[in-house]
């Protein structure tokens, strides 16, 4: 009988749980993320070495949003408030994902 790969044998287990959970039979595990209340565009922005246009550029916002927060005039949503911590956090994974939907 042939010797199964790691791989075969990962995505075989992995069928097998989702046809578990299917049945009711494996909870699937759940996280539960608690955005910060506030988050410091301007420390993230200048660790990582873009002027305010760069940065918006570069992640997607709008210059304007980006001025307002830095500024106190407005605080991110909270998915935007997930999203820079993301940023801060490994902003080369975000870079990699956002130039595979740019491509």
Same mark, same amino acid.
Request: proline content about 7%.
């Given at each position: 009988m042939p010797r199964i790969k790691k791989s075969e044998h990962d995505l075989v287990h992995a069928v097998r749980e989702m046809a578990a959970h299917?049945?009711?039979?494996?909870?699937?595990?759940t996280r539960k993320v608690i955005p910060p209340k506030t988050v410091d565009v301007a420390s993230i922005r200048k660790k990582l070495g873009y002027n305010q246009k760069q940065f918006a550029d570069h992640?997607?916002?709008?210059?304007?949003?980006i001025k307002d927060w830095?500024?106190?005039?407005?605080?991110? =949503?909270? #998915?935007?408030?997930?999203?820079?911590?993301?940023?801060?956090?490994?902003?080369?994974?975000? =870079?990699? #994902?956002l130039a595979r939907l740019s491509s």
């Open positions: 299917r049945r009711g039979e494996l909870p699937l595990p992640f997607g916002f709008a210059l304007s949003a830095e500024q106190g005039r407005r605080q991110p =949503e909270r #998915a935007t408030r997930i999203f820079l911590e993301v940023i801060a956090t490994d902003s080369h994974a975000v =870079e990699k #994902a």
